[in-house]
């Protein structure tokens, strides 16, 4: 019941004033999990960006979920006839600011002037990620504007020097590395041949209960209940700004929490709010 009650809770927030009828999903690859058993020399690590998914189907940038976003002509002017799987980004630290700019149903050339489009795939090649990363060369190369930009790409020969670098792109504010097996084929779907990496787990669950603060928290909200997909239920009591705590989640919408694993009962260990779902 539960399962069927956050489907139609996650088809609400998707239906928002972007979407139309016609609007689709975009047919992205989606990651899984790194684990460390993995080949790695199969792999090829990229920064993951806290930016917003975006699908060039050839004619219009699209979201993950399908919404058409208001790219300026001067944006999107020069991109191929061919579809390009990337993230909109403006920086390390910025994804809220990002968040703002791009949702607006009207966008002008000045709001998009920092925002770089970061392409990572070739959705519409039939060659494996190793020959589609030299197809995108050459692609970004003939589009040759500044906000187009290839994401850098390299190998990394053993899990130390992985988790070493790791270390070294959460300390400059980025959120994680991704990993791209180069013998693969590009799927719709969530497969072991894109992987994440970060120093956290995330995920989504339904606020579903909200609990008043006590001390400097008073009047404000000082915890949330929140229930998964899978019916676990749990309090999520930090990660909130004073504004978030004064104008909290509504009951029944959607949240993005991080934690550091499960316990033995598959509760999220020292889960903390992250922020409030956004679709595109």
């Not at 692609?139 to 270390?167: A, C, F, G, M, W």
Request: with cysteine.
């Amino acid at each position: 019941m539960l399962r069927l009650y956050f489907s139609i809770i996650c088809l609400i927030f998707s239906s928002n004033t972007f979407a139309t009828e016609e609007n689709q999903p975009a047919p992205v690859l989606l990651a899984k999990i790194y684990r460390s058993d993995i080949n790695l020399q199969d792999y090829w690590v990229s920064e993951k960006y806290d930016g917003v998914r975006a699908y060039w189907n050839g004619k219009q940038l699209i979201s993950r979920q399908g919404n058409n976003f208001s790219a300026p002509p001067s944006f999107i002017h020069g991109l191929p006839n061919l579809a390009l799987d990337g993230e909109l980004w403006l920086g390390r630290g910025r994804f809220e600011q990002l968040s703002g700019l791009v949702r607006r149903q009207s966008a002008n050339k000045s709001d998009w002037s920092e925002i770089k489009y970061m392409v990572f795939d070739l959705p519409g090649s039939k060659r494996m990620f190793d020959q589609r990363l030299q197809q995108l060369k050459a692609i970004i190369s003939d589009i040759n504007q500044p906000h187009i930009q290839l994401v850098p790409q390299y190998k990394i020969t053993t899990h130390e020097i992985l988790l070493t670098r790791l270390e070294d792109v959460v300390n400059q504010g980025g959120e994680g590395l991704m990993l791209h097996r180069g013998a693969s084929f590009y799927k719709s779907w969530r497969s072991e041949d894109l992987l994440k990496l970060k120093k956290y787990q995330d995920a989504e669950a339904v606020v579903i209960k909200h609990y008043p603060g006590k001390g400097k928290f008073e009047s404000m909200l000082g915890s949330m209940e929140v229930e998964t997909a899978d019916g676990k239920k749990f309090r999520i009591g930090s990660g909130f700004s004073d504004d978030e705590r004064n104008n909290p989640p509504a009951i029944g919408s959607i949240i993005t929490y991080k934690y550091f694993g499960l316990t033995r009962n598959g509760i999220p260990r020292f889960a903390s709010f992250l922020r409030k779902r956004k679709d595109f």
